[in-house]
């Protein structure tokens, strides 16, 4: 199993305190979690319970103190939230493809959970054994999820290109470029000789969107609470994509190349 302390189990969990304390500080729903229906009441309280939440699992995924059940605790979240509010909007118009962004992102973090739970040192118990059995959807959710976002960066590719830095020549060039980048990540993902080589260019592409893109896009305008939000999301899906890396090199044989654990 990988080491506790990784770049990736860091930003995911940096990630989840932070848009739990952007919960506390608005007292709304951000990014992460989309707003409850109208006729849900106590809109404010609901949202500052999952902001605690997040922020006590995201310090314990951190601090390495009950990674696991952490996990869980945001997994199950994650999975109510795909079920009962992401999902629902999207088959409201399932034809329109931008409307499963956030549906297959959400999916996508709830991998991150699964690896995370999943990596942990064997011990004999339900939950353990659930995760290392689930583990493989890691690749698979994150892997749907870049397939997605390729795709529609042909589909959507005007709107694309006005998210691309204005000082950087070439705009369609990139919107293209990072298109077929995410595609040949997503299938990199499910071809078990690629996947290590996916999950790490992957991470390292979406980390550059971070400072690139998304802090940049969130300094200009800080009133914009999701363009902050955007900031973690990119960066908790970075760490996801390094916490699969380190798995698949973990999981390699000793005595297999250069990259075999010595």
């Given at each position: 199993?990988?080491?506790?302390?990784?770049?990736?189990?860091?930003?995911?969990?940096?990630?989840?305190?932070?848009?739990?304390?952007?919960?506390?500080?608005?007292?709304?729903?951000?990014?992460?979690?989309?707003?409850?229906?109208?006729?849900?009441?106590?809109?404010?309280?609901?949202?500052?319970?999952?902001?605690?939440?997040?922020?006590?699992?995201?310090?314990?995924?951190?601090?390495?103190?009950?990674?696991?059940?952490?996990?869980?605790?945001?997994?199950?979240?994650?999975?109510?939230?795909?079920?009962?509010?992401?999902?629902?909007?999207?088959?409201?118009?399932?034809?329109?493809?931008?409307?499963?962004?956030?549906?297959?992102?959400?999916?996508?973090?709830?991998?991150?959970?699964?690896?995370?739970?999943?990596?942990?040192?064997?011990?004999?118990?339900?939950?353990?054994?659930?995760?290392?059995?689930?583990?493989?959807?890691?690749?698979?959710?994150?892997?749907?999820?870049?397939?997605?976002?390729?795709?529609?960066?042909?589909?959507?590719?005007?709107?694309?290109?006005?998210?691309?830095?204005?000082?950087?020549?070439?705009?369609?060039?990139?919107?293209?470029?990072?298109?077929?980048?995410?595609?040949?990540?997503?299938?990199?993902?499910?071809?078990?000789?690629?996947?290590?080589?996916?999950?790490?260019?992957?991470?390292?592409?979406?980390?550059?969107?971070?400072?690139?893109?998304?802090?940049?896009?969130?300094?200009?305008?800080?009133?914009?609470?999701?363009?902050?939000?955007?900031v973690f999301e990119a960066l908790a899906?970075?760490?996801?994509?390094?916490?699969?890396?380190?798995?698949?090199?973990?999981a390699k044989p000793a005595g297999q190349?250069?990259?075999?654990?010595r």
């Amino acid at each position: 199993m990988i080491a506790k302390s990784t770049l990736g189990r860091l930003f995911f969990a940096i990630s989840m305190v932070a848009s739990g304390v952007q919960q506390l500080i608005t007292g709304d729903f951000v990014r992460l979690v989309p707003p409850l229906p109208a006729w849900i009441p106590w809109h404010s309280f609901w949202a500052y319970l999952v902001g605690v939440v997040l922020i006590v699992a995201g310090a314990a995924i951190g601090l390495g103190r009950g990674v696991r059940w952490a996990a869980a605790v945001l997994g199950a979240m994650i999975i109510l939230a795909f079920l009962l509010l992401h999902l629902p909007r999207a088959l409201s118009d399932p034809l329109v493809g931008f409307m499963w962004t956030n549906p297959f992102k959400a999916l996508a973090m709830l991998g991150g959970t699964i690896i995370l739970a999943g990596i942990l040192p064997e011990e004999d118990s339900g939950i353990s054994r659930l995760f290392r059995r689930l583990m493989p959807l890691g690749s698979v959710l994150l892997g749907g999820f870049l397939l997605l976002g390729g795709v529609q960066h042909f589909v959507y590719a005007d709107f694309v290109a006005q998210l691309v830095p204005s000082w950087i020549p070439g705009t369609r060039f990139w919107v293209y470029f990072t298109g077929v980048a995410l595609i040949a990540g997503g299938m990199g993902l499910f071809i078990p000789k690629t996947a290590r080589l996916a999950a790490t260019m992957s991470g390292i592409m979406m980390l550059l969107w971070v400072v690139m893109l998304h802090i940049p896009r969130a300094l200009a305008d800080l009133s914009k609470a999701g363009e902050t939000a955007g900031v973690f999301e990119a960066l908790a899906l970075s760490g996801v994509a390094f916490m699969l890396a380190d798995l698949r090199r973990a999981a390699k044989p000793a005595g297999q190349g250069p990259t075999a654990d010595r």
